[in-house]
């Protein structure tokens, strides 16, 4: 399950308690941290929590305001100086500045919670602008637009996220705004029903990926054997997508070990724009499939990822899993996938649209 999900599903036990709850999201990082903007941590009053804001060095401390915010209901703002002692008496040595919104959300005022229940259930992307500090008084921080709202305020910045994806802190108007994109969780579509597609939805499912499987024939206990899978299908010759619709932007792998199916399969995925399409097998295999497939080009070789997986000395149905998704992860978000110790640099490029934080530690509770 991925941290969104988590999220939501610790916010609907919460409301189910009627208690009031805190959110504490990054809104800007300067310098090394573990977490980027955007990432959240869900606080309930007895000290439970949900996701995090850090690798674990900031949590505590952070749980600890978001109870006092709860019983307050004052938004706080938050700067944690990771290069130094912050008043919680931890030296981190991270090397980074991190500044931390953290709101009080309940029931009737759920803060940025339908708009993450809109990208992660109902799978829609949505561009959100949240208030950070405002001279308006109008417009007190936790304020939020959402992307083809009513409002006109900030519609042409959350037009600019949803074409171009980038985020972060902007000003609009005297008001200081967080931007932010979410993106439904990446959907995947394995091909296949044999035992070695069983590791593969078992990772996927534990990043929080939406995962089908499709498989050429049902066998005993198929259905039983891939329970944590989204969707189970059976395609037939008639309907090789056993009644399933891909996505656009979905990765999709053929496991199938049926070449006849796979000829089949071939025309009608590559006529849907997938972030990545693999093929287990061998690559004179991938090659031959292009040839024999009816109305299918041989520059059609060029898109797929054949064979599929990361060459990382994978041996074992879970180390060639963990290969496929590993590709899967460096292609689809366009990040090659060297060793971060041979990185020139940080490992997560400075958006020049974002101010460097200056390295001292504050404290700027503002008004909710």
Same mark, same amino acid.
């Given at each position: 399950?991925?941290?969104?999900?988590?999220?939501?599903?610790?916010?609907?036990?919460?409301?189910? =308690?009627?208690?009031?709850?805190?959110?504490?999201?990054?809104?800007?990082?300067?310098?090394?941290?573990?977490?980027?903007? /955007?990432?959240?941590?869900?606080?309930?009053?007895?000290?439970?929590?949900?996701?995090?804001?850090?690798?674990?060095?900031?949590?505590?401390?952070?749980?600890?305001?978001?109870?006092?915010?709860?019983?307050?209901?004052?938004?706080?703002?938050?700067?944690?100086?990771?290069?130094?002692?912050?008043?919680?008496?931890?030296?981190?040595?991270?090397?980074?500045?991190?500044?931390?919104?953290?709101?009080?959300?309940?029931?009737?005022?759920?803060?940025?919670?339908?708009?993450?229940?809109?990208?992660?259930?109902?799978?829609?992307?949505?561009?959100?602008?949240?208030?950070?500090?405002?001279?308006?008084?109008?417009?007190?921080?936790?304020?939020?637009?959402?992307?083809?709202?009513?409002?006109?305020?900030?519609?042409?910045?959350?037009?600019?996220?949803?074409?171009?994806?980038?985020?972060?802190?902007?000003?609009?108007?005297?008001?200081?705004?967080?931007?932010?994109?979410?993106?439904?969780?990446?959907?995947?579509?394995?091909?296949?029903?044999?035992?070695?597609?069983?590791?593969?939805?078992?990772?996927?499912?534990?990043?929080?990926?939406?995962?089908?499987?499709?498989?050429?024939?049902?066998?005993?206990?198929?259905?039983?054997?891939?329970?944590?899978?989204?969707?189970?299908?059976?395609?037939? =010759?008639?309907?090789?997508?056993? /009644?399933?619709?891909?996505?656009?932007?979905?990765?999709?792998?053929?496991?199938?070990?049926?070449?006849?199916?796979?000829?089949?399969?071939?025309?009608?995925?590559?006529?849907?724009?997938?972030?990545?399409? /693999?093929?287990?097998?061998?690559?004179?295999?991938?090659?031959?499939?292009?040839?024999?497939?009816?109305?299918?080009?041989?520059?059609?070789?060029?898109?797929?990822?054949?064979?599929?997986?990361?060459?990382?000395?994978?041996?074992?149905?879970?180390?060639?899993?963990?290969?496929?998704?590993? =590709?899967?992860?460096?292609?689809?978000? /366009?990040?090659?996938?060297?060793?971060?110790?041979?990185?020139?640099?940080?490992?997560?490029?400075?958006?020049?649209?974002?101010?460097?934080?200056?390295?001292?530690?504050?404290?700027?509770?503002?008004?909710?």
């Amino acid at each position: 399950m991925n941290e969104s999900l988590a999220i939501l599903q610790g916010f609907d036990s919460i409301c189910a =308690e009627k208690k009031p709850a805190a959110l504490a999201t990054v809104i800007r990082v300067s310098g090394s941290s573990y977490r980027r903007p /955007g990432a959240r941590m869900l606080v309930a009053g007895d000290g439970r929590t949900w996701g995090g804001v850090s690798g674990g060095c900031l949590e505590r401390d952070v749980a600890r305001r978001a109870r006092q915010v709860i019983d307050s209901g004052i938004a706080d703002l938050r700067q944690y100086d990771t290069t130094d002692d912050f008043d919680s008496g931890a030296a981190l040595g991270c090397a980074g500045v991190i500044e931390i919104f953290i709101e009080r959300i309940s029931t009737g005022v759920p803060g940025p919670i339908p708009a993450l229940r809109t990208s992660q259930v109902d799978r829609q992307l949505v561009a959100m602008a949240t208030v950070i500090t405002s001279v308006d008084k109008s417009l007190p921080p936790g304020t939020r637009y959402i992307a083809g709202s009513n409002s006109t305020f900030a519609s042409e910045l959350l037009t600019e996220v949803l074409e171009t994806g980038v985020t972060g802190m902007r000003t609009c108007d005297g008001v200081e705004l967080f931007l932010e994109l979410h993106r439904p969780p990446q959907s995947l579509v394995l091909f296949g029903g044999g035992p070695d597609v069983v590791p593969v939805v078992e990772i996927a499912k534990a990043l929080g990926w939406q995962v089908t499987v499709i498989a050429s024939h049902a066998t005993v206990g198929f259905r039983e054997r891939f329970v944590l899978a989204d969707r189970v299908a059976v395609g037939t =010759e008639d309907d090789p997508l056993g /009644g399933m619709t891909v996505e656009p932007n979905s990765a999709v792998v053929l496991m199938t070990h049926n070449y006849p199916r796979d000829l089949q399969l071939l025309p009608a995925l590559l006529a849907i724009p997938l972030k990545f399409f /693999g093929i287990l097998g061998p690559r004179r295999r991938a090659e031959r499939l292009v040839l024999e497939s009816p109305n299918v080009s041989p520059a059609a070789i060029h898109r797929l990822h054949a064979p599929v997986g990361m060459d990382m000395g994978a041996d074992t149905p879970q180390t060639i899993a963990l290969s496929i998704l590993a =590709e899967i992860q460096s292609v689809t978000t /366009g990040h090659p996938c060297p060793s971060l110790r041979d990185r020139q640099g940080p490992i997560y490029a400075h958006d020049p649209l974002l101010p460097e934080l200056p390295y001292h530690p504050t404290s700027c509770p503002v008004s909710a």
